[in-house]
């Protein structure tokens, strides 16, 4: 039996919704990045991307440095208040990647499976 129902993936980690007894748990996205697994509703998907985006703002002042995607750690907030998670800049930009993913996936089935069918 398939625990588990992909939703996206890419080289930093991946995002999914759990089954129970064949459905679909869609209230929560279980979203996995390095060794770190979050749990979040939507909204707190959408927050997290706000705090990605703040994020790459605040640090993006040495875009010119080739060692800037590597070496340079900052702190990323996240929904959780008590959590922050340190990452490189190339490592911000696959979170960023897999964020924006799972919401446009989210959007985009919920679209063709909802209100688009006919």
């Known amino acids: 039996m398939n625990e588990?129902?992909?939703i996206y993936y890419n080289d930093a980690g991946t995002s999914f919704f759990w089954r129970k007894e064949?459905?679909?748990?869609?209230?929560?996205?279980q979203m996995i990045f390095r060794e770190t697994g979050f749990y979040f509703s939507r909204?707190?998907?959408?927050?997290?991307?706000c705090c990605i985006?703040?994020?790459?703002?605040?640090?993006k002042c040495c875009e010119e440095c080739e060692l800037k995607n590597d070496c340079h750690k900052f702190l990323l907030k996240t929904p959780c208040s008590q959590i922050d998670l340190a990452v490189s800049m190339k490592e911000l930009k696959s979170i960023k990647d897999l964020v924006e993913g799972t919401l446009f996936k989210i959007d985009l089935d919920e679209y063709l499976y909802g209100e688009g069918m006919n």
């Open 53 to 59: 985006d703040e994020s790459y703002a605040l640090n």
């Open 22 to 29: 064949n459905e679909i748990l869609s209230d929560k996205i």
């Open 4 to 6: 588990m129902k992909q």
């Open 43 to 49: 909204q707190e998907l959408k927050h997290f991307r």
